[in-house]
């Protein structure tokens, strides 16, 4: 693999400085950031009242890692009351003229200096949040910290409460896709908040394969080393999840080819979290579950049969190269001019999913037009989703996304057997 | 049977139509004549034209001395055509294709070949005697005017057999079944059962205002047509479903053809006779006037129905549906050959019409396409194919597919002077050069224009499904329409100029939206307070579907929390 994007920055001459005044330090927050000025000083709240509500006594300072806020972001941080540490990193430059999904260009880097800012620290908890999302309570730092403080938990991962249309990149493919391949229920294996112990990170930043390069692998590649190497992991219940961002993108070619991207870039640069795991289990989980809220939603079933009936017309030349035979033959067979007939078995759904991967690893067509190519058939597979549920209560929504999963699972094998 | 593609009830609004001859469309056991094995073998072209549903004109035992509009058994398939079991092997390939199909049904009338019409003449005890419509005088029924006059002197016509006038409002060896009789009602009904029992998706009803005659009326459109109708349609939907479909054949002013949609318990679907000649006269004159007026004044039909929309079919291009001024202007535009007038109609291909203008021709489509309604395709004008009016009656305009440039324009294996009807030869329509073969390898083909239009045609169910708002800029060459249905909003504009042309719409009531040309997927600018100004080719036409602002339309409504 080649190195595409740029080292890291030197530290600013004064990181050290910040660090010797404060280390040790037993909870770090971290919170990577691009002109989040708007809503950064709503969530030190949130995090000072929690920290000062449930771990009293305990040392902790926010670290934030900046990718060249022009709106004082930093500045608004430092005089936020609580003892900070301010790094930055330079994101690429095309990250920046285009964020990624999550909203943070340069994410991973940002990331590896967060873990390298807390081992310093001493940390034994690193908590990270997102920038961008206003409904943090204090609630959250306690769920999420507790567990790993406790030594319960190596990593505390998010599930939210959420419209059961929300998500839909998620629920339909990345999670039942992280399940199948490290065998563990998280409802959110991009949820952009977690919290992490001493223990995974060090080993974490010690370990040979950990990614150096490429872009948005470190969460999931975290999370498959946690699971596959015996960490706790647990999942928090945080309830709801609003996200006020400038920079996100709501462009859905986009958000799926980066983060699916990033799940077919961990499978083939570490194989080994993934292809002898057989089966699936839940996590053990802090604060309540909610099943996914079934209040009325504007969701346009038939302009997604369309976006998937366009797909078919224009799209069917990638897909041949990239679905194998009987896989095409099931899409064709797909009969998407009628809403109330249409269907999209889940077994061919996780086909379609694992012929990408495949076409992914074996570089059958340009990777950027094959993950986009899966859009018109993920937005198919929506339509079918929104169309089976459209009158079921959160419960049963649930049970039609644990069948998705429990799919997936079945057909792993037709995945390991064609990968190797 | 195979099962039939699923699909809501009302599938025949998304539905574009394909209008096929069997004897003309492929030869499958070299006799030069068409038949459903060589209609079998060529459905991959229909399915891959992009079109839903076939209609299969007239398949039964006949004379043919109407094209088939003369049945003389309505539970056999002519034997040209091949058997019942053939056509089955059809339907259910077909179907297997996600391809429905419905078949002419002749109502009105029998061939007088059919058994029913022998028994009615040679015995008045048989059961059959009151199946038609006898007289001992011609002298009643004198207000229903003659349909063909270039044939028939008279509705009437004695049959010396029985020794009484029989009633025909089509050619005389065509007598009118008694709807007054229930036992014909019964009869018809048998015989739709069987078709349906094998799968059939629904009949085109052919000549529906005809089957009750009163005296002192002009014996069309009687309300008492319209109550056996409605029993047919209560009968059928009761025990098929609901998604079997009826398309009447009834060629009268709209507000007429309305009553035959009834409270939409009566027909689902009925063309629309009156805009297609107004459309050819609205390109000829450069000038929207004619189809927005007839529009305009096309009342509203109950939300279950449909209009269906043609530019041609089987028949002549009627002129029955427009003032004798206009009809003059149409044989002036469009007929200046007398050879080319028949009836009150012209027996001319679409191509031919329009100059084998290609510009005029897709022009015409678009407009087919995007009116409200269901569109039929003409079998062999998505082609371009010519026409010989030199054929009589209207043979011209029902000559074999051109497939190829091979032999018999690759219809028929068989001995050319052995074809049904010669295939068409001129140099500019020729198979030589007009074929399906030739037109497949080029991208810019009509045949692959069509193809693209129709699958555009997909991508929003406001086509079919749409209100209809025209737009009514100055220039009056322009003719544009806003389609909405749901989220969904279309924008289609059209020159009818064969120069090019601006425009000047006003869009103000979706400012801030962005018009993104279907076709080409192509973002145009923002519509703002100011007139919308566009430029069209000659004869251009624009199909945009209207982006709402971020926010007020996210386009399906997961892209903000997707992840």
Redesign the interface.
């Known amino acids: 693999m080649t190195d595409t994007t740029p080292a890291l920055a030197p530290p600013p001459p004064e990181l050290d400085r910040q660090l010797a005044a404060l280390a040790p330090c037993e909870i770090v927050v971290g919170l990577p950031t691009y002109n989040n000025a708007a809503t950064v000083p709503a969530i030190v709240a949130a995090v000072r009242a929690g920290l000062a509500a449930h771990f009293t006594g305990a040392s902790a300072a926010l670290v934030n890692v900046d990718a060249g806020s022009t709106d004082r972001t930093p500045e608004l941080l430092a005089e936020a009351g609580m003892p900070c540490v301010l790094a930055r990193h330079e994101a690429p430059s095309v990250e920046r003229a285009a964020v990624p999904?999550?909203g943070v260009p340069g994410r991973d880097a940002a990331l590896r200096s967060l873990f390298d800012v807390a081992r310093r620290l001493q940390a034994r908890v690193l908590v990270l949040l997102e920038a961008d999302v206003t409904s943090v309570t204090e609630e959250w730092i306690e769920r999420l910290v507790r567990a790993v403080w406790e030594a319960k938990a190596d990593l505390v991962t998010p599930a939210y409460v959420?419209?059961r249309?929300?998500?839909?990149?998620?629920n339909l493919l990345?999670a039942p896709l992280v399940r199948t391949l490290f065998g563990r229920r998280l409802r959110q294996p991009?949820g952009g908040t977690f919290a992490v112990s001493a223990r995974l990170l060090s080993h974490a930043l010690g370990h040979p394969v950990r990614p150096t390069t490429g872009r948005d692998l470190m969460d999931l590649w975290l999370t498959g080393t946690a699971i596959a190497e015996g960490f706790a992991v647990w999942e928090a219940w945080l309830g709801p999840r609003h996200?006020e961002s400038r920079t996100r993108t709501?462009?859905?070619p986009t958000?799926?080819a980066q983060?699916l991207g990033a799940v077919f870039a961990v499978m083939e640069q570490d194989d080994e979290l993934w292809l002898g795991v057989a089966g699936s289990e839940p996590v053990s989980a802090v604060g309540d579950h909610a099943p996914p809220s079934a209040t009325p939603?504007?969701?346009?079933v038939?302009?997604?049969l369309?976006?998937f009936?366009?797909g078919l017309?224009d799209l069917i030349e990638i897909w041949e190269l990239v679905l194998a035979p009987e896989t095409l033959d099931g899409v064709l067979d797909l009969?998407a001019?009628?809403?109330?007939?249409y269907r999209f078995p889940d077994r061919l759904w996780a086909r379609v999913v694992f012929d990408f991967a495949l076409g992914h690893r074996y570089g059958v067509v340009h990777r950027e037009h094959l993950l986009r190519s899966l859009v018109p058939l993920y937005?198919g597979r929506?339509a079918a989703f929104v169309a089976a549920t459209q009158a079921s209560d959160g419960a049963e929504t649930e049970a039609v996304l644990e069948r998705v999963g429990a799919a997936f699972e079945a057909e792993k094998l037709y995945l390991t057997e064609r990968w190797r | 049977m195979s099962p039939r593609?699923?699909?809501?009830r009302d599938?025949y609004k998304?539905a574009v139509f394909y209008e096929v001859h069997v004897k003309a469309f492929a030869d499958g056991n070299g006799d030069g004549i068409g038949d459903f094995a060589g209609l079998t073998a060529r459905l991959d072209y229909l399915k891959d034209l992009g079109v839903?549903c076939l209609w299969i004109l007239p398949m039964y035992a006949s004379p043919l001395r109407d094209d088939g509009y003369d049945i003389a058994d309505f539970y056999g398939i002519h034997p040209a055509y091949g058997t019942v079991a053939d056509f089955q092997k059809f339907l259910d390939e077909a179907h297997a294709r996600?391809l429905r199909v419905i078949a002419d049904l002749v109502m009105n009338h029998t061939s007088d070949a059919h058994p029913w019409f022998q028994a009615s003449r040679t015995d008045p005890a048989s059961p059959y005697a009151d199946y038609y419509v006898w007289s001992d005088t011609d002298r009643r029924y004198q207000e229903a005017r003659v349909i063909f006059v270039d044939t028939e002197k008279s509705n009437w016509t004695f049959d010396p057999v029985r020794k009484a006038y029989y009633w025909h409002r089509f050619f005389g060896h065509q007598p009118d079944l008694n709807y007054d009789n229930p036992a014909v009602r019964a009869a018809m009904l048998d015989v739709m059962r069987f078709w349906l029992d094998r799968g059939l998706d629904g009949f085109r009803c052919d000549a529906v205002p005809y089957l009750i005659e009163r005296d002192g009326t002009n014996c069309e459109n009687l309300p008492e047509t319209h109550a056996v109708l409605r029993e047919f349609r209560r009968v059928i939907d009761r025990e098929y479903g609901g998604d079997r479909v009826l398309l009447a054949e009834a060629n009268q002013w709209p507000e007429d053809v309305r009553q035959y949609f009834g409270d939409g318990d009566e027909f689902h679907m009925a063309f629309h006779f009156p805009l297609m000649p107004r459309i050819y006269m609205a390109v000829r004159l450069e000038e929207r006037l004619p189809i927005v007026d007839i529009l305009t004044h096309t009342p509203a039909i109950p939300p279950s129905a449909q209009w269906c929309l043609f530019l041609r079919n089987h028949d002549e291009l009627t002129l029955e549906m427009v003032t004798n001024e206009e009809r003059a202007f149409m044989y002036y535009a469009y007929a200046q050959d007398p050879e080319m007038k028949l009836n009150l109609g012209i027996r001319r291909r679409l191509a031919p019409l329009l100059d084998n203008d290609r510009r005029r021709i897709e022009l015409l489509q678009s407009l087919l396409l995007t009116l409200p309604g269901s569109p039929i395709v003409y079998y062999g004008d998505e082609i371009g194919m010519g026409d010989n009016v030199h054929l009589g009656d209207r043979a011209g305009v029902r000559t074999p597919m051109q497939w190829s440039p091979d032999r018999n324009a690759g219809f028929s294996t068989a001995d050319e002077h052995t074809l049904y009807l010669p295939v068409i030869t001129d140099p500019v329509h020729g198979y030589q050069t007009v074929n399906v073969a030739a037109q497949s390898r080029t991208p810019s083909s009509l045949l692959n224009t069509m193809k693209r239009l129709i699958?555009a045609r997909?991508?929003?169910?406001a086509f079919g499904r749409g209100t209809m708002e025209f737009l009514r800029p100055r220039n009056q060459r322009i003719l544009a329409y806003l389609r909405q249905h749901?989220?969904?909003t279309l924008l289609v504009v059209n020159n009818l100029a064969s120069s090019s042309q601006a425009v000047e719409l006003d869009l103000r009531a979706l400012a801030g939206c962005t018009p993104v040309e279907i076709l080409g997927q192509t973002r145009f600018p923002p519509i703002r307070e100011t007139p919308y100004v566009l430029s069209l080719g000659a004869h251009g036409y624009y199909w945009f579907s209207i982006e709402r602002p971020?926010g007020a339309n996210?386009?399906?409504?997961?892209?903000?929390?997707?992840?």
Do not use: K, Q
């Open positions: 999904f999550h959420r419209h249309y929300e998500g839909t990149i998620t990345l991009f996200v709501t462009d859905l958000m799926l983060a939603a504007t969701v346009s038939d302009r997604m369309g976006a009936r366009r017309r009969d001019r009628d809403v109330l007939a937005l929506t | 593609p699923p699909a809501g599938w998304d839903d996600g699958a997909r991508s929003s169910p749901g989220r969904d971020d996210e386009p399906y409504g997961i892209e903000r929390t997707a992840i």
